[in-house]
């Protein structure tokens, strides 16, 4: 499956990996970054290394990459406010996507809400932090089965007549549940687990293909099963000179045309690592023994 192009005339290594347009107004480069691991240990707190943090979301917007995930439950806050701290003013073509729908009590610890007043109070609360006057895209981080999907939906459809947010995602959805939000509201990206060793949302990629909904999927680099996924990763990266988790991210990249990989970090030489990626051309023989991994 082929790639889109790059978008004009940029040279940055993330732009290497092509250009998708979301609901068709919002081009991005397909290899994004993914910013929870930019807070502390269990997705709670400060990070280890605030300064260094900051040192990776501003390298990332040098090395080409526009657009950064993260949510309010990271940290919690504390990812946004990061954000915030080292890029603002944004980059006129700097996409921010963030979610709502989780409160965190604890290290490690995720509650589902997705009561009205959560998310609204959510949305405002991100806008503040990341000093935005609308989010480009509002993800709606799980459905919540306690409260109903149009009483959610219909929130987030609130919210954009409102002018706050521009563009609404789902994450963690099977076809049947984005299938019925499209009823409610249109949805333009839906964000689902998924790497070249866990394909198990194989069904709501193709979907996503088949409407050209942008799929961004998460621990795309297996939360470290890449790495040990045996020897046949192994041999081909190292037959390649690259790492497993490039080889890894190039294969998504390689697999479809909405695939928008996040892979986070939260050191610099490992962000430089991941976006060299974005330029790797693997070979069809290569491609096909990856492909082998998922069956």
Not at 67 to 80: C, R
Request: proline share 6%; aromatic share 6%.
């Amino acid at each position: 499956m082929k790639s889109a192009t790059a978008k004009g005339n940029d040279e940055r290594p993330a732009a290497k990996s092509g250009t998708f347009l979301i609901a068709q107004d919002l081009p991005v480069h397909r290899l994004g970054f993914g910013a929870m691991r930019i807070t502390g240990k269990g997705i709670w707190g400060e990070p280890e290394d605030r300064a260094e943090a900051i040192r990776v979301l501003r390298k990332a917007v040098d090395l080409g990459i526009d657009f950064i995930d993260t949510a309010d439950s990271y940290g919690p806050s504390v990812s946004e406010e990061i954000i915030a701290e080292a890029l603002y003013p944004y980059p006129k073509d700097l996409v921010i996507a963030t979610k709502a729908g989780f409160e965190r009590p604890g290290p490690d610890k995720w509650v589902t809400n997705g009561r009205p007043e959560h998310l609204r109070a959510a949305c405002e609360g991100s806008l503040q932090r990341l000093r935005l006057e609308r989010i480009d895209l509002f993800q709606l981080h799980r459905i919540d089965s306690a409260v109903s999907p149009e009483e959610q939906l219909g929130t987030l459809k609130d919210l954009q007549a409102q002018g706050k947010i521009r563009h609404i995602g789902l994450s963690e959805v099977s076809v049947a549940q984005i299938e019925h939000a499209r009823t409610i509201v249109p949805i333009v990206s839906v964000q689902n687990r998924y790497s070249v060793v866990d394909r198990a949302a194989e069904d709501v990629l193709e979907y996503c293909q088949r409407e050209n909904i942008g799929f961004i999927p998460w621990f795309p680099l297996g939360a470290g099963k890449v790495s040990a996924a045996g020897s046949k990763l192994e041999a081909l990266s190292a037959r390649l000179g690259i790492t497993p988790s490039q080889l890894a991210l190039a294969w998504l990249l390689r697999w479809s045309p909405v695939m928008l990989p996040i892979p986070g970090t939260s050191k610099v030489e490992h962000l430089e690592e991941n976006v060299k990626a974005a330029g790797l051309t693997l070979d069809e023989s290569v491609v096909r023994e990856l492909d082998a991994l998922g069956n």
